[in-house]
């Protein structure tokens, strides 16, 4: 059965940069860079989607990577809801930081937070048929105590939509 859009209805979000609403595979692959006054500490994840397995290598001030590897136990998958047009997913709205409006550049849609700690910076893309990118960077160099350690992150998401909803 084909449902159609009433003008009572809301308008979907722009599936070029946001996914719509459906059951979602989700696969990451993210690395943190932590510096404290004393240390640096550096940690790369990945998170395989099809089997839930999560690995991660540690490396602290140059000395030998660690890696600990958790075997999945099943897919790792996420129910997203709808999404407004020019809203960022609930998932990416962050307590205490202004987003500007997502804006197009060279085929993303870009949205940069700030936040008293430092900032985010947020890319979203369409990358085939069934699959959506969420790029973020992240950088702590706000408003935080003498001493603390700042971080810088970068990760990526791919969200592939493997069906409906249930419940």
Known sequence: M????????APAADTRYLP???????????????????HTLERHDTYEGKSGSISSEYKRDGGSPAKNVIPGTG????????????AL???????????????????EMVALHTCPWGSMKIHLRQVDAK???TSVERVQNGNVEAGTARNEQKTVMRLTRVGDCKG
């Open 75 to 86: 897919p790792h998958r996420t129910c997203i809801g709808p999404t407004a047009p020019g």
């Open 89 to 107: 997913p609930k998932g990416l709205a962050i307590d205490g930081c202004k987003a500007t409006k997502g804006q197009v550049v060279d085929g």
């Open 2 to 9: 084909a449902l159609a859009l009433t003008a009572n209805a």
């Open 20 to 38: 719509p609403a459906g059951l979602y595979q989700v696969d990451i692959v993210g690395g943190i860079k932590i510096q404290s006054p004393t």
């Open 131 to 133: 699959t959506w990118q």
